[in-house]
């Protein structure tokens, strides 16, 4: 799903609330997670999942086209974990143990 299909199926939900507020709610929405996540905060939405961050440390690597060793900056990458209700929901019982 990308955001143009959340967005038309919240208007299918919600028909009564005009299309132009629906998508601005869809903005702040991710807008207010983005900016949550920026300033080193976690975001956990109940049965779904959470976010956060995590920093990976500088290392030294390999250029795959010369094989040349290169530096790694450290840096920070988003992590999320998927909910317990998330993920009963994709792997029924008895599937994955």
């Avoid at 290392?59 to 998330?86: D, L, Q, W, Y």
């Avoid at 994709?90 to 599937?95: A, C, E, H, T, V």
């Amino acid at each position: 799903m990308i955001r143009s299909e959340l967005v038309q199926k919240m208007q299918e939900q919600y028909p009564d609330l005009p299309p132009k507020d629906v998508d601005r709610l869809v903005s702040l929405f991710f807008q207010t997670i983005s900016d949550h996540l920026a300033g080193g905060g976690r975001v956990e939405l109940r049965g779904f999942g959470a976010f956060s961050l995590r920093e990976r440390d500088a290392r030294m690597s390999r250029n795959p086209r010369t094989g040349e060793t290169v530096p790694v900056v450290s840096k920070k990458a988003i992590h999320f974990k998927t909910g317990k209700a998330m993920l009963a929901r994709i792997q029924p019982q008895g599937q994955g143990d």
